[in-house]
């Protein structure tokens, strides 16, 4: 009996009755975090690549793992493909991960505030089934 193997059938959904009304892993979008954009004080005339980006406004986030300083790195991006900031590192790296395992993350702008000569871009992350 000790070199015995007992097989365990995988049928949770049958006794969960109904599995209809039971989400699926990741079947609905998942929040991750909302965030100030980090690097939008070194992006040339930030003001007029984000003219048309408003609260509301999806951004896209791309990986720029080549880059040697920070292989984690998340490239926030408008619908035109301009680069307007970055995810903070300290959710870039769990993020990067998600994205490397071929999850889709996209963002919206939840705030603009013009600070000085420094434009704060906030946005709101989550987690998308494809």
């Not at 079947?27 to 939008?40: I, K, M, P, R, S």
């Not at 070194?42 to 003001?47: A, R, S, V």
């Not at 984690?72 to 998600?98: D, F, K, Q, S």
Request: net charge negative; charged share 25%; hydrophobic share 45%.
């Amino acid at each position: 009996m000790a070199n015995e193997i007992a097989v365990v059938e995988d049928n949770w959904l049958e006794l969960a009755g109904n599995h209809k009304d039971i989400p699926m892993p990741f079947e609905q979008t998942v929040f991750l975090a909302e965030c100030h954009l980090a690097g939008t004080d070194h992006i040339d005339d930030m003001l007029v690549k984000t003219e048309n980006v408003d609260v509301g406004t999806p951004i896209s986030l791309k990986r720029m793992n080549v880059d040697a300083e920070d292989e984690r790195a998340i490239a926030a991006l408008t619908g035109e493909g301009v680069t307007v900031g970055y995810v903070p590192r300290r959710y870039a790296a769990l993020m990067a991960r998600l994205m490397d395992a071929g999850k889709a993350l996209a963002a919206k702008v939840t705030d603009k505030t013009l600070v000085g000569h420094w434009l704060d871009l906030s946005v709101s992350i989550e987690m998308k089934e494809v």
